[in-house]
């Protein structure tokens, strides 16, 4: 990860083919959690819409109910030959209940051939920034609690236990986490 050139970046048209890519590493690898997944359909009939739909969800347009506005990023490594997607995260602007127990402010995923690199934490460190600039005073990330390599990245960035239970949302025992966002904490 050292030298390399890493930014995070809202979804763009041109990034298209390395989204598709991202897609497929996961299916590659046979995980059956591919982040955003129900997008995922749609990203690769028409890649437009896909975009214009974050754009709706980052304003909080057509939601369904019980969903929240939230900010789609993309990590990109810049390569000789293009852009590789290495991760995605989600930023949710404001806690549901069902958030509150899995889910959170932020949610990530690297994707498979590019993990235990260090991307994680360095992916929830570049989101943390628009996290305060929503106005967030300090942001829930949530883990399974058996997800030693997440636990780590959430620690790495600041994040301080609060809690651990099973939740039945998603069938898992969950470990939350609170990170303290710094005012001098900025975007860019």
């Known amino acids: 990860m050292d030298g390399e050139r890493l930014e995070l970046v809202a979804p763009a048209t041109h990034w298209e083919t390395a989204y598709l890519a991202f897609l497929d590493d996961f299916e590659t690898a046979g995980?059956?959690?591919?982040?955003?997944?129900?997008?995922?359909?749609?990203?690769r009939a028409d890649f437009a819409a896909f975009l214009q739909r974050l754009q709706d969800d980052e304003r909080g347009e057509g939601l369904k109910p019980g969903i929240v506005a939230s900010s789609a990023y993309w990590l990109l490594r810049h390569d000789v030959g293009g852009v590789t997607i290495l991760g995605v995260s989600a930023?949710?602007?404001?806690?549901?209940?069902?958030?509150?127990?899995a889910g959170g402010h932020i949610g990530y995923s690297i994707r498979p051939s590019e993990r235990r690199r260090g991307y994680g934490t360095r992916i929830l460190a570049l989101t943390l920034p628009y996290a305060r600039a929503l106005g967030l005073d300090r942001a829930l990330v949530t883990c399974d609690t058996d997800n030693i390599g997440s636990a780590r990245v959430i620690e790495n960035n600041g994040g301080v236990l609060a809690s651990e239970g099973y939740s039945a949302l998603v069938d898992a025992r969950i470990s939350r986490y609170w990170i303290?966002?710094?005012?001098?904490?900025g975007v860019g």
């Open 180 to 185: 303290t966002l710094s005012s001098r904490s």
């Open 91 to 101: 930023l949710r602007h404001a806690l549901t209940p069902a958030l509150e127990e």
């Open 31 to 43: 995980e059956q959690r591919i982040p955003g997944a129900s997008g995922a359909a749609l990203a």
